[in-house]
T-cell receptor
Framework: AQKVTQAQTEISVVEKEDVTLDCVYETRDTTYYLFWYKQPPSGELVFLIR??????QNEISGRYSWNFQKSTSSFNFTITASQVVDSAVYFC??????????????FGSGTRLLVRP | GAVVSQHPSRVICKSGTSVKIECRSL??????MFWYRQFPKQSLMLMATSNEGSKATYEQGVEKDKFLINHASLTLSTLTVTSAHPEDSSFYIC??????????????FGSGTQLSVL
C-alpha cells in the first residue's frame, strides 16, 4: 500500500534560516508522482512541485529546492533564507501514474512551519 | 493559471439540515473531481472521486448516503452533506483534474469550505 510519512510535525525557525522538510514514501509501483503543497492559514492548497519517479534530478525554484532520492524513497523540501510568509503547513503527497481515473493522491500528515521574525 | 472555485468558503448550519458545497473549474474542463476532508491540524483524507456523468467512487468508511456527490457537468461537482451533525464539522476541499490530463500534472484545488454544524 502507498504511504507518505512526514515525521516532523512542527518546525520553528528564525527568519533567514534554512529549513528542510522531510518526506519519506512507500509504494510498490515503479511509476508514480510526488508532490509538495503549501497550505497557508487561509486554508487553500498551493501547488509547489510535481516530480515524476523517473526524474531524479534535483530542482531549484528561487528559494525552494527539492531533493529526490529514489534509493531512500525520500523527497525532501528545503527553503533557503526563510521568510515569515513561508509560515504554513506543507504537505507531501504521492500518486500512482495510472491512465484511468482510479488513482488518488495520498497525503502525508503535514509539517507546520513557523518562521519567526 | 487554472482556477477552481469552491463555495461557500464558510457555512454554519443547524444539526439535521443539509448543506451543499459547490466546486467549479473556471477555465478548464474537469472530467474527474476529488473531495477531501481535513480535520484541524490533520492531513487531507480523500472522501470520494467523482467522474462526470457517472456515480462517484467513495473511499472505505465514507457514507455515500450522507455525502452525496453530483458531477453533472464538466465544470461542476457538488457535495451535499445530508442531515448534518456536529461530527461532520470539518474543512472540505475539492480538487479538479483537467480533462486533457491523464496523470496528476493538471490537478487544481479549491480554497476549501469550513463547515460548522451546531
Amino acid at each position: 500500500a502507498q504511504k507518505v510519512t512526514q515525521a516532523q510535525t512542527e518546525i520553528s525557525v528564525v527568519e533567514k534560516e534554512d529549513v528542510t522538510l522531510d518526506c519519506v514514501y512507500e509504494t510498490r509501483d515503479t511509476t508514480y508522482y510526488l508532490f509538495w503543497y503549501k497550505q497557508p492559514p487561509s486554508g487553500e492548497l498551493v501547488f509547489l512541485i510535481r516530480r515524476n519517479s523517473f526524474d531524479e534530478q534535483n530542482e531549484i525554484s528561487g528559494r525552494y529546492s527539492w531533493n529526490f532520492q529514489k534509493s531512500t524513497s525520500s523527497f525532501n523540501f528545503t527553503i533557503t533564507a526563510s521568510q515569515v510568509v513561508d509560515s504554513a503547513v506543507y504537505f507531501c503527497a504521492l500518486s500512482e501514474a495510472r491512465m484511468d481515473s482510479s488513482y488518488k493522491l495520498i497525503f502525508g500528515s503535514g509539517t507546520r512551519l513557523l518562521v519567526r521574525p | 493559471g487554472a482556477v477552481v472555485s469552491q463555495h461557500p468558503s464558510r457555512v454554519i448550519c443547524k444539526s439535521g439540515t443539509s448543506v451543499k458545497i459547490e466546486c467549479r473549474s473556471l477555465d478548464f474542463q474537469a472530467t474527474t473531481m476529488f473531495w477531501y476532508r481535513q480535520f484541524p491540524k490533520q492531513s487531507l483524507m480523500l472522501m470520494a472521486t467523482s467522474n462526470e456523468g457517472s456515480k462517484a467512487t467513495y473511499e472505505q468508511g465514507v457514507e455515500k448516503d450522507k455525502f452525496l456527490i453530483n458531477h453533472a457537468s464538466l465544470t461542476l461537482s457538488t457535495l451535499t452533506v445530508t442531515s448534518a451533525h456536529p461530527e461532520d464539522s470539518s474543512f472540505y476541499i475539492c480538487s479538479a483534474r483537467a480533462s486533457d490530463s491523464t496523470t496528476n500534472e493538471k490537478l487544481f484545488f479549491g480554497s476549501g469550505t469550513q463547515l460548522s454544524v451546531l
